[in-house]
C-alpha cells in the first residue's frame, strides 16, 4: 500500500497523467462539438423541409376552404401523402381546438388544447418541442390576407433517424476516444520514462558515491535541474570532507597533546627508577616536573572538556545582566601578579558605563584568556590595554599589547584547536592552543563577534563586539 502511495506521488506518475490528460481532453471536446452540431443541423433541416410542405399545404386548405369543410378530396390525400413521407400524423384543428381531420383516424371530434397549438394560435407562427423521441410541430392555417390563422395543423413525427445517426457517430467517437487514451497511455508511460530518467541517475551517482568519500564529484549535466541538484550535493560533499579531515586532525592532535606530558613523566620517573643512590635535592626536582606535567595534563583535559561542552548547541548558557567595567576590572585584578612577574603594565580604559546580559563565568574566561595572551606573548616591561565602550546595541572590548605580534599567515589559524605559531616558542611559554578557540566559541554563544589586527614585532590587538540584551 505504501509503496503504490509513493508511485502515485512520483514524478513519473504525474506527467504521465498530465500527457494522458492532454491527449484524451481534447479528443473528448472535439468529439462532443461535432456531435451537438451535427445533431442541432440535422433537425433544422428536417423541421425547415417540413414547414416548407406544411406551408404549401396550408395553401391548399385555405384555398379548399378546408376549416368549414374538410371533405376535400384533394386536400385529404396530400395530408395522407405528407403523414407518410414523414412517417408521422396530421391532426387538423379549428379555432374552437376541435379536431377535424386525424390521418390516423381516431380522435377525430375531439378536443385538442396542446402547447404547441396555443403558442401557434397566439403568436400566428409556427411551433415546434421535442419530446422524447418525437417531434411536436405546430403550423397555424391562416390566408395571407388576414393575420388571424383559422387552425392548425399538429405534425407529430419520429425523430429516430437522426437520433440513430447520433447514436452511431457517438459510439464511433467513444472508439476513437478509446483509441486515443490507450496511445496517450502507451505515449504517456515512454515520454515520462525518459523525461525523468536524468533524477534516476542523480540517484544512482548518490548511491554510487555512499560508500565512504571517494574524490570524486558526481554530475549529471542531461537538464539544468539535475545539475544544480549535484552541484548543491557536491557543496556538501566537500564540506562533509573538509569536516572529516578537520575531525580527524582534531583526534590526532588530541593524542599528541595528552602523549607530551605522559612522555615527560615516564621519562622523569625512568631515569630516577634507573640510579640508585640519587640524592634527595634531585628527587624533589624530578618530583616537581612530574606535578608540573601532570598540572599541564589537567588543564589539557579541562579545556578539551570546556569545549566539547561548547560543541553540544544549546549548552546552558547562564545569562545575567551585568555590570561590564565591574568584571573587566575584576580580571585585571586577578592576573595582575602574574603581569607582575613580566613587569608588563595592566591598563583598563572605560569610555562609559555599560551594563550587558552576559554570562558571568564563560564571559569572564574568554576575556582572560585574551588579556593572559597579552601578558604571556609580550616583551619585558611591556603592557596590556583593556579599552570598554558601547552604543545602543552594542558593547565593544578590546584587548591591546605591546608583544611580538602574531605574522599574517597564522592571522587567519589561531582560532583553530591546538593551533599555536612558533610551537617550542609557545611550548616554553606554555599553552596548548585550545585558549583562542575556547574565546570564540564562548562570544559567538553571546551571539558575538571577535576579530583580531596584528603587526610582528609591534603588537596585538583583539575586538570584541557583543549585543547589549541577550536574545535567546
Ligand atoms: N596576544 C598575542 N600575541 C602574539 N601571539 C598570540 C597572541 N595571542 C595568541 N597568540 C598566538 O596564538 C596562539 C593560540 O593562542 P591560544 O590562546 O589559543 O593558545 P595558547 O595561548 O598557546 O594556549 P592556551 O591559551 O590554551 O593555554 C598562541 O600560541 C600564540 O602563538
Ligand atoms: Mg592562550
Same mark, same amino acid.
Given at each position: ?41 440535422? #433537425?433544422?433541416?428536417?423541421?425547415? %423541409? ?23 378530396? +384533394? ?7 405528407? %403523414? $407518410? ?8 384543428? &379549428? ?6 381531420? $386525424? ?52 405534425? =407529430?413525427?419520429? +425523430?429516430?433517424?437522426?437520433? &440513430?445517426?447520433?447514436? $452511431? ?63 548543491? #550535493? ?5 564540506? =562533509? ?44 626536582? @624530578? ?28 549548552? &546552558? ?27 608588563? *603594565?595592566?591598563?583598563?580604559? %572605560? @569610555? ?26 609580550? *616583551? ?9 565602550? +558601547? $552604543?545602543?546595541?552594542? #558593547? ?7 608583544? =611580538? ?9 589561531? @582560532? ?20 583562542? %578557540? ?5 562570544? +559567538? ?7 583580531? @589586527? ?7 590587538? #583583539? ?10
Amino acid at each position: 500500500m505504501k509503496k503504490r502511495t509513493k508511485y502515485f506521488k512520483s514524478l513519473k506518475f504525474r506527467i504521465m497523467v498530465i500527457l494522458i490528460i492532454l491527449g484524451i481532453l481534447p479528443g473528448i471536446v472535439v468529439m462532443g462539438m461535432v456531435i451537438q452540431t451535427y445533431e442541432k443541423k440535422a #433537425f433544422d433541416l428536417r423541421i425547415g %423541409s417540413i414547414e416548407d410542405e406544411c406551408g404549401v399545404l396550408c395553401n391548399l386548405l385555405i384555398k379548399e376552404n378546408y376549416m368549414n369543410n374538410s371533405s376535400s378530396q +384533394a386536400a385529404n390525400s396530400k395530408l395522407e401523402l405528407l %403523414s $407518410d413521407i414523414y412517417g408521422g400524423r396530421i391532426l387538423v384543428v &379549428d379555432r374552437n381546438y376541435q379536431i377535424i381531420q $386525424d390521418t390516423y383516424h381516431t380522435d377525430l371530434g375531439k378536443v385538442l388544447i396542446s402547447p404547441e397549438v396555443l403558442r401557434c394560435f397566439k403568436e400566428g407562427s409556427s411551433r415546434y418541442t421535442r419530446h422524447e423521441h418525437t417531434i411536436t410541430l405546430a403550423f397555424p392555417v391562416m390566408s395571407p390576407e388576414v393575420q388571424q390563422p383559422q387552425g392548425a395543423m399538429l405534425m =407529430m413525427i419520429s +425523430a429516430g433517424e437522426i437520433e &440513430d445517426t447520433v447514436a $452511431d457517430l457517438e459510439q464511433k467517437g467513444i472508439l476513437i476516444i478509446g483509441i486515443i487514451a490507450v496511445v496517450s497511455i502507451l505515449l504517456g508511460f515512454i515520454l515520462s520514462t525518459i523525461l525523468v530518467k536524468p533524477f534516476a541517475r542523480v540517484t544512482r551517482a548518490i548511491e554510487d558515491l555512499t560508500d565512504g568519500y571517494q574524490n570524486e564529484e558526481i554530475s549529471v549535466p542531461d537538464y539544468r535541474e539535475t545539475e544544480l541538484i549535484t552541484d548543491a #550535493f557536491n557543496k556538501l560533499l566537500n564540506r =562533509m570532507k573538509v569536516l572529516d579531515d578537520s575531525r580527524q586532525e582534531f583526534v590526532s592532535n588530541v593524542s599528541h597533546e595528552l602523549k607530551t606530558p605522559m612522555t615527560s613523566m615516564k621519562v622523569l620517573a625512568d631515569s630516577l627508577v634507573g640510579q640508585e643512590g640519587i640524592p634527595e635535592e634531585l628527587y624533589q626536582e @624530578f618530583l616537581r616536573d612530574i606535578t608540573a606535567e601532570i598540572d599541564r595534563e589537567n588543564k589539557i583535559i579541562t579545556d578539551l572538556l570546556t569545549l566539547v561542552k561548547m560543541d553540544k548547541k544549546a549548552a &546552558d548558557i547562564n545569562i545575567q545582566h551585568m555590570d561590564i567595567n565591574q568584571l573587566l576590572e575584576d580580571i585585571l585584578k586577578r592576573l595582575r601578579p602574574i603581569a607582575d612577574k613580566q613587569k608588563i *603594565v595592566l591598563i583598563l580604559d %572605560s @569610555f562609559r558605563p555599560v551594563e550587558a546580559d552576559v554570562d558571568e563565568v564563560k564571559f569572564t574566561s574568554a576575556i582572560s584568556n585574551l588579556v593572559e595572551n597579552g601578558i604571556k606573548y609580550n *616583551v619585558d616591561e611591556g603592557w596590556v590595554r583593556v579599552t570598554l565602550d +558601547a $552604543d545602543h546595541k552594542y #558593547f565593544y572590548v578590546t584587548v591591546a599589547d605591546s608583544g =611580538m605580534g602574531i605574522p599574517e599567515d597564522s592571522l587567519e589559524r589561531i @582560532f583553530e584547536r591546538f593551533y599555536r605559531v612558533d610551537k617550542s616558542h609557545s611550548r616554553e611559554i606554555g599553552g596548548t592552543g585550545l585558549g583562542l %578557540s575556547i574565546t570564540r566559541s564562548t562570544i +559567538a554563544m553571546h551571539h558575538g563577534a571577535i576579530t583580531v @589586527f596584528s603587526k610582528e614585532g609591534e603588537g596585538t590587538t #583583539f575586538s570584541v563586539r557583543i549585543p547589549l540584551s541577550y536574545i535567546p
